[in-house]
C-alpha cells in the first residue's frame, strides 16, 4: 500500500510537534524513519495507524485521503507493533489467534504452525504462555499476530530498543522477512542508526519535526549534514 502524507500537522495542547510535515513511502520496502527522542517519530506513526487525526493535512492510502476513509478501514490494512510487547493472557497460540477470532477470519492450527516455522518460531511454543517467553521472543509474537491478520502494513514503534543486541538482531530479522517473504511494505521508527542501517531500504531522517534526510542506508552514511553527523556519532539520545 502507498501511503504519502502531505502537509499533515500534529501538536499536543499548543505544542506542535510538526506543520506542513510531507513524506512518501516505499512500497513492499522497510522504511525506516529516525532521528532523536522528541522529533516527532511515535507521533507519526500514530497518525499513519489511523489512532490519531492530523489537525490539518492529508494522509493519502493507495491515493485515498484519510478523511474519506473510515479509520477501521485504515487500521484493518495497517498493523502497529508498540516498544513493549503486548501479549494477552493464555497461551502463544491463543495470542497468535487473538485477532482473527475477533474479525472473524478463518483459520486452522497448521497454517499457523506453517507461519511460525516460516520465521524461526519452535512449534512447541505455541502452547506455552506469554510469561514463559523472552521479552524479544514476545515481541517476534506480537508480529507475527499482526502478519497473520495481513495488513498491507506494518508499522512499528522502536521494536528492538528495549532488547539486547543478540535478540534484538532476531527481530530485526524478522521485520526484514516482513519485506522479503510476505512482500508487505514496513514503516520502522528506531534511534539506533546500526539497526536502520541493518533492515532498511530506505532511511529518513526526521528532526525537529521535518524529514532532513530520505534515501539509501548508504547515502546517510555519507550525509554532510551536521545534525546527522552528530547524530551518528553518538551526540543525542
Ligand atoms: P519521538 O517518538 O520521536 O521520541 P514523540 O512523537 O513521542 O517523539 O514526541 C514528540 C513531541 O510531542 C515531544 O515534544 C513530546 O514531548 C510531545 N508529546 C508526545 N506525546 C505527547 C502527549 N501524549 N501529550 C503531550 N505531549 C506529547
Ligand atoms: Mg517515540
Not at 110 to 117: F, G, N
Amino acid at each position: 500500500m502507498e501511503i504519502r502524507c502531505d502537509k499533515i500537522k500534529a501538536a499536543y495542547e499548543d505544542n506542535i510537534v510538526f506543520e506542513e510535515l510531507s513524506v512518501d513511502f516505499a512500497v513492499k520496502a522497510v522504511n525506516t524513519i529516525i532521528g532523536p527522542s522528541g522529533s516527532g517519530k511515535s507521533t507519526l506513526l500514530r497518525l499513519l495507524a489511523a489512532l490519531e487525526d492530523p489537525r490539518s493535512g492529508t494522509i493519502f492510502y493507495n491515493g485515498k485521503p484519510h478523511t474519506e476513509l473510515h479509520p477501521s478501514e485504515i487500521r484493518s490494512q495497517v498493523g502497529m507493533i508498540f516498544q513493549k510487547p503486548t501479549i494477552f493472557e493464555g497461551t502463544v497460540y491463543d495470542n497468535l489467534v487473538f485477532g482473527l477470532k475477533i474479525r472473524k477470519k478463518e483459520f486452522n492450527r497448521e497454517e499457523i504452525m506453517r507461519v511460525i516455522q516460516q520465521v524461526d518460531i519452535p512449534v512447541k511454543y505455541l502452547d506455552k504462555t506469554g510469561n514463559e517467553l523472552s521479552i524479544g521472543e514476545q515481541q517476534r509474537i506480537c508480529i507475527v499476530r499482526s502478519l497473520l491478520l495481513d495488513p498491507e502494513v506494518i508499522l512499528l514503534d522502536e521494536p528492538v530498543s528495549a532488547l539486547d543486541p543478540q535478540r534484538a538482531n532476531k527481530v530485526l530479522k524478522l521485520i526484514r522477512t516482513l519485506k522479503t517473504d510476505f512482500g508487505k511494505t514496513v514503516i520502522m521508527v528506531s534511534h539506533n542508526m546500526n539497526d536502520a542501517l541493518t533492515v532498511s531500504d530506505q532511511i529518513f531522517f526526521i528532526w525537529e519535526g521535518k524529514i532532513v534526510y530520505k534515501g539509501s542506508p548508504e547515502g546517510i552514511k555519507e550525509s554532510d549534514n551536521n545534525i546527522i553527523r552528530n547524530f551518528m556519532a553518538g551526540e543525542y539520545e
